[in-house]
């Protein structure tokens, strides 16, 4: 028996939705197809209007007031991280996935080369972007520590396209290297209160739940750190940097790989 399915621009409900699916079920239950998180949270295979109430939410659409959502409306942004030890064999990689589509460039960055690319110097930065147009392609950083960031930041020269980020992340620091957290705290908000003046368009600081995701949290527990860590770098930035204001808005989110994103 030939499968029937809906055709691309075809006039659909949900009832029609539902009996395909239904009919794919073959007699099985409709609970099947909701999943649930560790946590007990379903996850159903389908989210309506109703459900959601988007249409309503005061966050807005993406490129529109308030810009909770960004402050450009667009398409996915298509971005690889590299991570090769080699700065040669990382550039090679790099330009082969710029023309192959790739639109943005993630750095992921260990000096010693034991779990992302030995960059140590100015050179090595060099080296790793060769023939890269930064304004074209946006470079974003994964690593521990102001020090790449530092290299970064000159290498830009005080242009810095929407995309740019160099995602410093100082809790995360201070879990993955036992680095003192209120010191790494402060230099990361220096940084970028001494940076942003001249690269507003870059982004600065980052939320990465990868950390406890690693360790065996699961979803709400990372949602529960992330949000968390998003709302501490406030209070301190508060106290500690000149240009708070200006950080705050500046920061990403990095979810674990189990976690959706767009």
Not at 40 to 51: K, T, V
């Amino acid at each position: 028996m030939p499968e029937t399915t809906l055709q691309l621009g075809e006039a659909a409900d949900e009832a029609d939705w539902r009996a395909l699916v239904e009919q794919g079920l073959k007699g099985a239950a409709w609970s099947r197809l909701v999943g649930k998180t560790a946590d007990g949270i379903a996850l159903e295979p389908l989210y309506r209007e109703p459900d959601i109430h988007t249409a309503t939410d005061i966050s807005g659409m993406p490129g529109a007031a308030p810009f909770v959502r960004g402050a450009a409306r667009g398409g996915w942004l298509v971005r690889q991280s590299f991570a090769h030890p080699d700065v040669e064999r990382t550039n090679r990689e790099i330009l082969a996935d710029l023309e192959g589509g790739v639109a943005a460039i993630e750095l992921v960055i260990d000096p010693t080369g034991k779990d992302g690319v030995a960059i140590k110097s100015a050179a090595d930065l060099d080296h790793a972007l060769a023939s890269v147009i930064p304004e074209a392609a946006p470079v974003s950083l994964d690593a521990t520590g102001e020090q790449a960031a530092m290299l970064l930041r000159d290498k830009l020269k005080g242009v810095a396209v929407l995309g740019t980020a160099f995602n410093l992340d100082p809790l995360g620091a201070h879990l993955r290297t036992a680095a003192d957290q209120t010191e790494a705290a402060l230099a990361a908000y220096l940084f970028a209160a001494q940076t942003t003046r001249d690269l507003p368009n870059a982004r600065y600081l980052r939320v990465d739940a990868r950390i406890v995701h690693e360790a065996g949290a699961s979803e709400a527990q990372e949602i529960a750190y992330a949000l968390s860590t998003a709302a501490s770098p406030t209070y301190a930035a508060s106290k500690t940097a000149p240009s708070a204001s200006k950080i705050a808005p500046a920061r990403s989110a990095s979810p674990s790989p189990s976690a959706p994103t767009r």
